[in-house]
T-cell receptor, first 111, second 113 residues
Framework: KNEVEQSPQNLTAQEGEFITINCSYS?????LHWLQQHPGGGIVSLFM???GKKKHGRLIATINIQEKHSSLHITASHPRDSAVYICAVLNYGGSQGNLIFGKGTKLSVKP | KAGVTQTPRYLIKTRGQQVTLSCSPISGHRSVSWYQQTPGQGLQFLFE???????NKGNFPGRFSGRQFSNSRSEMNVSTLELGDSALYLCASSFFTVNTEAFFGQGTRLTVV
């Protein structure tokens, strides 16, 4: 079982829809990152959070440390939001040392 | 300010050769981490350098190595390349540790033939 699980793996939405991507993890963490990767390969860090909720424009990220779960929400989705969204956790105690990544959620927003 | 710069962007090497990839972090950032991304395994942590010292290492064979220079620029080296080393190699820089915001480069796509 992967230490970081994301759902869904693939998501297709119509422009304007509200989107939720989920991330569950099984290890103790000090922080969780949400990353966005466009087809060219470059990765952009969207959020880093260790508790509560953060908002940036149409993006909202929440984390529940007790339940080991985080969600990324996109309001009023737009075709330019089409990308792979990756959840990554920072686990100091694990053998992987640094970031542990989920497999990603591929989002496609249709006009 | 300038972002994280990785060179080269694309590379084709032959099995058995070695390769060196470079990462220049954002000015003032002292932490550089390296990651490998493949379609099958996704993103995996290779190692992290901070102030010229390797601070963390992932589960990769000894063929993968790295170093960091006094100006925080980092290189990673893969010796005796195998076909399975074909991947996108990404580096990320942070001011202190990846527990602060990480900024990723565009990556180096390595193809081993």
């Amino acid at each position: 079982k992967n230490e970081v699980e994301q759902s869904p793996q693939n998501l297709t939405a119509q422009e304007g829809e509200f989107i939720t991507i989920n991330c569950s993890y099984s290890v103790g963490i000090s922080a969780l990152h949400w990353l966005q990767q466009h087809p060219g390969g470059g990765i952009v860090s969207l959020f880093m959070l260790s508790s509560g909720k953060k908002k940036h424009g149409r993006l909202i990220a929440t984390i529940n440390i007790q339940e080991k779960h985080s969600s990324l929400h996109i309001t009023a989705s737009h075709p330019r939001d089409s990308a792979v969204y990756i959840c990554a956790v920072l686990n100091y105690g694990g053998s992987q040392g640094n970031l542990i990544f989920g497999k990603g959620t591929k989002l496609s927003v249709k006009p | 300010k300038a972002g994280v710069t990785q060179t080269p962007r694309y590379l084709i090497k032959t099995r058995g050769q070695q390769v060196t990839l470079s990462c220049s972090p954002i000015s003032g950032h002292r932490s550089v981490s390296w990651y490998q991304q493949t379609p099958g395994q996704g993103l995996q942590f290779l190692f992290e350098y901070f102030s010229e010292t390797q601070r963390n290492k992932g589960n990769f064979p000894g063929r993968f190595s790295g170093r960091q220079f006094s100006n925080s620029r980092s290189e990673m080296n893969v010796s005796t390349l195998e076909l399975g080393d074909s991947a996108l190699y990404l580096c990320a820089s942070s001011f202190f540790t990846v527990n602060t915001e990480a900024f990723f480069g565009q990556g180096t796509r390595l193809t081993v033939v």
